[in-house]
């Protein structure tokens, strides 16, 4: 690597060492994280790029990327970051025009839809485990959405999954639309998007000796 590619590495393990809520320099213009620097996708990317550095340039030098990786996936699970899909899984117009109301929506991020999330989220987890393979995301519990606004609801909320309850509960939302494809927000479904959970598949398959992924790209690849 030359050493501008070294100076952005270097900003990324800085970022991902900011204290948890502390997103500093990393400023998203919009506050409802609908835009293309949502929080969300400046954590997979990082991790994306920090899992190639990790693969291809350093792979003795462990401990600091693996740290890293934990700190980027613990901040992907921070409320900060998904917590706008209790609003945006209403649906709205934009996507669906001829919607006559808005729906109740709900607050797990990844039981359904959401693949903006849920697929990077996977794909994270899948590289972390490709890399390190401690098993540490296999623990039950080991993926925990904590919803707890102050002053709103009926108390705090908590969602339990583990790497295989999450591939699972994607695997099953592809399976209910029909490998079409999973939603982004309600009523759209973007190509692009669904590449990532399928990529999460593969590692998860590789670690697991499991075939979520062939399932997957056969049906996708029939849809379209």
Same mark, same amino acid.
């Given at each position: 690597m030359d050493q501008i590619q070294l100076s952005h590495v270097e900003h990324m393990l800085a970022l991902s060492e900011q204290l948890p809520g502390d997103w500093a320099t990393m400023g998203s213009f919009d506050p409802y994280q609908e835009g293309d620097d949502a929080y969300r996708y400046q954590l997979a990317y990082m991790a994306y790029t920090l899992a190639? /550095?990790? +693969?291809?340039?350093?792979?003795?030098?462990?401990?600091?990327? $693996?740290?890293?990786?934990?700190?980027?996936?613990?901040?992907?699970?921070?409320?900060?970051?998904?917590?706008?899909? *209790? !609003?945006?899984?209403? @649906?709205?117009?934009?996507?669906?025009?001829?919607?006559?109301?808005?729906?109740?929506?709900? /607050?797990?991020? /990844?039981?359904?839809? !959401?693949?903006?999330?849920?697929?990077?989220?996977?794909?994270?987890?899948g590289l972390y485990e490709m890399l390190y393979r401690d098993g540490r995301y296999d623990q039950p519990g080991s993926i925990n959405f904590r919803f707890r606004p102050i002053f709103r @609801?009926? @108390?705090? *909320?908590e969602f339990a999954y583990n790497h295989t309850s999450l591939a699972n509960a994607i695997y099953n939302?592809?399976?209910? $639309?029909?490998?079409?494809?999973?939603?982004? *927000?309600? !009523?759209?479904?973007? /190509?692009?998007? !669904? $590449?990532?959970?399928?990529?999460?598949?593969? +590692?998860?398959?590789a670690t697991h000796g499991t075939d979520l992924s062939m399932s997957v790209i056969e049906g996708f690849s029939k849809a379209w």
């Open positions: 190639l /550095v990790q +693969h291809h340039y350093v792979p003795a030098y462990r401990e600091r990327y $693996q740290k890293a990786f934990i700190s980027l996936i613990d901040k992907m699970l921070r409320q900060d970051v998904w917590a706008y899909w *209790e !609003n945006t899984s209403r @649906g709205g117009r934009a996507m669906d025009p001829d919607l006559p109301s808005l729906t109740d929506g709900w /607050v797990d991020p /990844v039981c359904r839809q !959401n693949i903006m999330y849920s697929g990077h989220l996977l794909m994270m987890i @609801g009926m @108390g705090p *909320e939302e592809f399976k209910r $639309q029909n490998f079409l494809g999973c939603e982004c *927000e309600p !009523n759209g479904i973007f /190509v692009y998007c !669904n $590449q990532f959970p399928i990529l999460g598949f593969m +590692h998860y398959d």
